[in-house]
């Protein structure tokens, strides 16, 4: 993502994620508030979700379509960050658009939130974009700065839908086609039917069974993995 010298936050790798490799099922218009955002004028969204929803991929979508315009883009997720990175916040002006994730790991650290309300606030001044996600709907947030509130409920907050089995369901296949597996239907269905049913959950049984599989040289069926889940359970 395009970044001037002078910042002083610790970046990670930049993720590839893409608005069109994101499974809508019933969060289309979601997604279109959020395209137009990062295309259209200078706003402030609240995104909240539970863990798993695609909060992450949908700032890091969101940042990678802005670079692709040229636009200066800068992804953050204080929850992974220390305090002193807090003061690297100050040089994000000029950015055309912030996208902080997981701003609910913030509450509490005030260091963190005072570089954040005044952040938010130099960037408003200066026409920049804000995204920022939560698990957490911004009603049910306590800030120890209740200004930083203030701020967030400026601009359009929306809420991440779950996905239905059929959505849940194309998240796996298209994480099995990355990364070169056949996974037939019906270890699909047994996936979707055994244990845990939210995402992250699912991708990381899906995973285990991929390792499983490639370890010991065998094809992706029900009874492998079946094995493989019996033996998480145990």
């Not at 636009?71 to 100050?90: S, T």
């Not at 907050?157 to 990355?178: I, M, Y």
Request: net charge negative; charged share 20%.
């Amino acid at each position: 993502m395009a970044v001037t010298q002078q910042i002083l936050l610790p970046l990670e790798g930049r993720r590839p994620d893409r608005f069109e490799d994101f499974v809508a099922g019933e969060n289309a218009a979601l997604l279109n508030a959020l395209q137009e955002l990062v295309s259209g004028d200078a706003q402030c969204l609240f995104l909240s979700g539970p863990v798993g929803s695609g909060k992450t991929h949908l700032l890091n979508a969101a940042c990678n379509q802005a670079c692709e315009m040229d636009r200066q883009a800068f992804y953050i997720a204080p929850g992974r960050l220390n305090e002193q990175a807090a003061a690297g916040l100050a040089e994000l002006d000029h950015m055309d658009l912030v996208c902080v994730d997981d701003i609910d790991s913030c509450i509490g650290q005030r260091v963190w939130e005072e570089a954040l309300f005044h952040c938010f606030n130099r960037l408003r001044d200066a026409g920049g974009s804000l995204v920022v996600s939560s698990s957490t709907p911004l009603s049910g947030l306590t800030f120890s700065l209740p200004d930083l509130a203030s701020r967030l409920a400026w601009g359009l907050r929306l809420q991440l839908q779950p996905l239905d089995d059929a959505g849940k369901a194309e998240v796996l296949q298209r994480w099995a086609r990355a990364h070169d597996i056949n996974l037939p239907e019906d270890v699909l269905s047994y996936l979707l039917s055994r244990g845990p049913r939210d995402l992250p959950s699912l991708l990381d049984r899906l995973q285990a069974l991929r390792h499983s599989a490639l370890s010991a040289k065998r094809k992706i069926t029900v009874p492998l993995a079946r094995e493989v889940l019996q033996s998480q359970e145990s």
